[in-house]
């Protein structure tokens, strides 16, 4: 029999937790790959934005625009009077949307790449170099700055601007940080691939013959909670179960000790 020295619960625990996140990392290699003009502004990083921009610049945030949304068609949307287009565009023909609006007289305040802010523009609009720490919807982190026709200038920083992006951009990771997977615990009569491989990583010899084991794809427990074995397992016979030491009594005293 196995006779192993080490936390089952715990090894059971963390070996569950990690191969959840493994299978999730290799379901995302199939995923389309996204792009910068599929960074959708997360709502709190948003108002932050339209905030300051109706502060500074004395506007009405009820004539607000958005029309970069997906499917949508800005040269085709319909622009209100004294409206200003605060909104988050596509990055890709960020050129042709300043010219379009530059030419049609619609006033607007985009978020833009910063690292390439200056890029090919020779268009008369104002680069607030800002270059906050975005997380967008699709989980890219962009370096974003903003590009207007509502200010004088050519070019200016906004430390006001950076802090009020920057903690919203916090409080949206704070909020939609991913919850904590399941933890299960088994008995030691399951194994579990990842249990095993545990025990190779350790350095341990150990086999199970054929007819000391059945492989199962949930306990009867866990059928009942609509929960399962992560990646299947087998129930083992007593002769091939790890064996599970017991603290004595002394090292149960020892551990009160312990802070």
Sequence with gaps: ????????????????????????????????????????????????????????????????????????????????????????????????????????????????????????????????????DVTYQNGAQVKTSFITDLDTCRVRTCPELYRAVEEANERNMAETKAPELPKYEYPDNIITAAIVQRWTRYGIEYRVEKDACIQVGALDGQKQAGKAIFGSGFLLSERAAATRWALSEREKALIKTLK
Aim: net charge negative; aromatic share 16%.
């Design 1 to 132: 029999m196995l006779q192993l020295q080490i936390g089952m619960d715990e090894v059971l625990a963390m070996e569950a937790e990690h191969s959840e996140k493994a299978y999730e990392a290799f379901k995302d290699k199939f995923k389309p790959k996204k792009t910068t003009d599929d960074c959708y502004t997360p709502q709190v990083v948003y108002d932050a934005v339209a905030a300051w921009v109706a502060k500074e610049y004395g506007q009405d945030p009820e004539r607000f625009v958005r029309p970069f949304w997906p499917g949508g068609d800005y040269q085709a949307e319909q622009y209100p009077e004294d409206c200003v287009v605060v909104d988050n565009p596509p990055f890709s023909i960020m050129a042709e949307i300043l010219r379009f609006y530059l030419k049609h007289g619609i006033h607007f305040f985009l978020f833009a790449p910063a690292l390439t802010l200056f890029s090919g523009r020779n268009l008369d609009v104002t680069f607030i170099a800002a270059g906050c």
